[in-house]
């Protein structure tokens, strides 16, 4: 599969200072061999990572022939007028032109994507495969760590998932409708379009529930998933006070009116959601509420204040005028034809307050479903998993030398040795072998990308499978 961005420019996608390390590193070097790895630091928020969006990376960035005269002109140009001097390693291009038409002489090795692994264990390896481009290794490193992205928003949406499922389990005995239960909301939050696709995609790792499309068409053209997630029609604000804040009741009915077979989310906050729900869903249209059913299901929105007391005087309301019956473990359920959904101020923390506060006053999880923005896909950076990308092993005159970092003022730093291989112990924990003294054999890591090849291509029907719960999350 050749690159699906034609007028991007691999020569100009690194830092500045990379252009200028192939004049850095010794002499008669000619391999450089790098690792990534999410860090592992004390009191980690996060233990575990989701690892996901490498092959995307390859696919559009990497593949086929990224290397061509245009693509040298103009990189030589725009680094000769940045630098003030001619220091772009013009030769080293054209030669990965001419002798390799174009193809990057690299060699990528990586866990299968969906899976799920402690911090402080090697994600992925990079090595060059010609001894002549020993300094690409470490060029591509700016687009490649570019991966920490959707890893992060994929660990995130995981921790959520994590959290939903403890408490429908325990309040209903099972885990139904799960992959419905977290809303993607952050498509406008995001800083590009391609952030929305990449974080939107992440989610869909462990949910089926989004208003972010971008997600759903990275998902379609990058993960061979005809449909990755779905929505229903929903209100905003502005097309309930567009009727004017005295036709508010003329606003809700018409809603029903249009969607009568499927499932409406209504915001329901513009004004007062209490009355909202008491006075215009308990009272004028409550016979139309009562006369929908699953399929077609009244998803009330409450949109500000406090959300786990908003959360809880919305359902007791609910519950005076539609009534509730006790599931099969006590807990409170309303009839099937009303729900509610909590889309503000959400995050790992709100989240599970509201769900603990639920579970007091005797509600069960399966009453709402949640939405999150902010916290899902943009609340975040490298550092949040310690994102890192590092040299260990190097050949200088034909020997092989294991090479690392060692700070004295941060042994959080530390980096590996020499080659990696990532197995199972006996004890069946993942770890890191180090100084190439693992056996090949048991090697997890998985040749994904070689001389412009992408030789992996996963689904996202694996990458969920291999991110899915564990029975005792």
Known sequence: ????????????????????????????TSKIYSYFECRKRKNDEFKEIVFFGLQYILKKYLSGSVVTEEKIQQAKQIYHLHFKHSIFHEDGWRYILTKHKGHLPIRIKAIPEGSIISRGNVLFTVENTDPDCFWLTNYIETTLVQVWYPITVATISREFKKIIALYLKKTTGGLDDLEFKLHDFGYRGVSSQESAALGGAAHLVNFQSTDTVAGLVLAQQFYNCRMAGFSIPAAEHSTIIAWGRSREKDAFEYLLQQFPCTPISVVSDSYDIFNACRQIWGGDL????????????????????????????????????????????????????????????????????????????????????????????????????????????????????????????????????????????????????????????????????????????????????????????
């Open 1 to 28: 599969m050749a690159a699906t961005n034609p007028d991007f420019n691999i020569l100009l996608a690194t830092d500045s200072y990379k252009v200028t390390h192939f004049k850095q590193y010794p002499p008669n």
């Open 286 to 473: 409550k016979d139309k509420v009562m006369r929908r059913n699953k399929d077609s299901v009244l998803v009330i929105r409450p949109d500000s204040g406090d959300p786990v007391k908003t959360a809880i005087e919305v359902l007791r309301i609910l519950e005076e005028v539609f009534g509730s019956t006790p599931n099969s473990l006590g807990y409170k359920t309303l009839p099937a034809y009303i729900r509610l959904f909590l889309g503000d101020a959400i995050n790992l923390g709100s989240i599970e307050e509201i769900l603990i506060a639920l579970k007091k006053e005797h509600w069960s999880t399966e009453n709402l479903a949640f939405g999150c923005g902010g916290a899902l896909l943009q609340k975040l950076n490298r550092d949040t998993l310690n994102c890192s990308y590092k040299c260990s092993y190097v050949e200088q005159n034909g020997k092989g030398l294991d090479v690392y970092k060692q700070p004295v003022t941060d042994p959080a730093k530390v980096s590996k040795k020499g080659r990696l291989i990532l197995r199972r112990n006996p004890d069946g924990i993942i770890e890191t072998v180090e100084e190439g003294k693992g056996n090949p054999e048991e090697d997890l890591l998985v040749a994904v990308f070689e001389n412009g090849i992408v030789l992996q291509d996963y689904t996202l029907d694996k990458v969920r499978e291999n991110a899915k719960l564990h029975p005792a999350c």
